[in-house]
């Protein structure tokens, strides 16, 4: 079962998640690269300029588990509150990670999670989501712009 | 005038970006805000992970003419050439110094520039762009948000 999740589903979803959180904050860091085009709708939409981005690398590893890696932790200026975004919270590995980093290298910043889709098995629930997931998730920005591709070219070279 | 850029019109000129792009990179660095959606969607499309972002403040100084700073210099783990997008290309001034920035510190790493959007009285000519603008435009991550709220809020509120 997969499930596609298209622009007008995550224009609603991300409504209903402004909705949600009875929160302010000063910043918005977006979890590259599942949380990057809802941080920039969200800088928008609360008119906030510092939205910044992580990055996140997994590794796989013969002698150990899995790993991942957080890098290219973001400068915050002068955000005491700071909500950190992404599309989807898994396994919540990545989620946990980033924001123990992130917890640890600003202690007087208060950060708050909020995420699209969740699902129960996750190791951490956001702060703020909006559907639960059960089955994998095609988002719009994964596979439009391939599509789109596959089309014109089709139509190009029949 | 003002020309309502969509969520499709988008999607179409992320295409004809592409088409246009005759050069390999491996990383992506999206101005932030205007950079950040279609960083994400260029990362997916080209299959590439080290999508990065970079901020810049403007100022308004009373002594001086306006002036930008950039901040959020990204890490760049080992990308040779790097894509840099934004939306649009207006005055040119953002671009301009983003790309001076980076090129500084990254002194062996070759920088293009793309966006969807070019002024022609823009002081820096992006390497691609798509169209060239000559009216106001509103992004549709800059409206779509606000606008579904007020709809839903008249349709709760008559």
Chains 1, 2 share one sequence.
Not at 8 to 19: A, K
Not at 37 to 42: D, G
Request: glycine share 4%.
């Amino acid at each position: 079962m997969r499930h596609y999740y298209s622009y007008d589903e995550f224009l609603q979803d991300c409504h209903t998640l402004t909705q949600k959180i009875d929160w302010e904050f000063d910043a918005i860091v977006g979890i590259a690269r599942g949380g990057l085009t809802i941080s920039h709708l969200f800088g928008e939409y609360y008119d906030i300029r510092e939205v910044y981005s992580i990055n996140t690398i997994g590794y796989e590893d013969t002698t150990k588990l899995d790993c991942t890696e957080v890098f290219n932790m973001p400068t915050i200026r002068c955000a005491k509150n700071v909500l950190l975004v992404d599309d989807i919270v898994d396994s919540g590995e990545t989620l946990e990670l980033v924001l123990s980093k992130l917890s640890s290298r600003y202690p007087d910043t208060t950060f708050k999670t909020a995420s699209l889709l969740y699902k129960d098995t996750a190791s951490i629930k956001p702060d703020w989501y909006v559907k639960h997931a059960d089955v994998w998730i095609d988002f719009f920005w994964s596979d439009d712009l391939k599509n789109l591709a596959k089309a014109q070219t089709a139509t190009t070279h029949p």
